[in-house]
């Protein structure tokens, strides 16, 4: 039971099982493919080289779940990173900080059973509105 739960570093990622592989440095060895926890139903993939805690399910490592990523040196968090930040990748993230909450992408797209629509075009909109009401 020494080795139940350990840290390592993802070295391969199968998004289409959902399974990543943790190489684990001090024992220069790799694990079989192993699951990803869903917390919250959430998806999303660790990156080659993530730091992550592995709970093993048995003395060795071909089972076992991928629980997280860790903050560390080689990606310590953002400064002043109070509240709630979600990274998607480098372009798209969501934060909730002092009662403002962001949502951040190259597009957004609002969509429901009546149709769709992107931000832009709310923002486009919202400009010709605008320009209408300087006219009258």
């Known amino acids: 039971m020494e080795d139940v739960v350990r840290v390592g570093n993802i070295s391969a990622v199968d998004p289409d099982a959902g399974m990543a592989q943790v190489y684990y440095p001090d024992r220069d060895s790799t694990t079989a493919p192993l ?3 869903a ?16 709970l093993h399910l048995s003395n060795d490592t071909s089972s076992g779940v991928i629980l997280g990523r860790l903050w560390g040196t080689a990606e ?23 009662g403002r909450y962001t949502i951040h992408a190259d597009e957004i ?15 486009d909109l919202e400009k010709r509105i605008e320009r209408l009401e300087r006219k009258e």
Do not use: R
């Open 35 to 37: 699951h990803l926890f």
């Open 76 to 98: 310590p968090p953002q400064a002043g990173m109070a509240g709630y930040k979600k990274v998607f990748d480098s372009n798209a993230w969501e934060e909730l900080k002092q």
């Open 109 to 123: 797209i609002l969509e429901g059973t009546g149709g769709s629509c992107t931000l832009s075009q709310l923002i």
């Open 39 to 54: 917390f919250h139903s959430e998806y999303a993939l660790p990156k080659v080289g993530d730091q992550v805690v592995v």
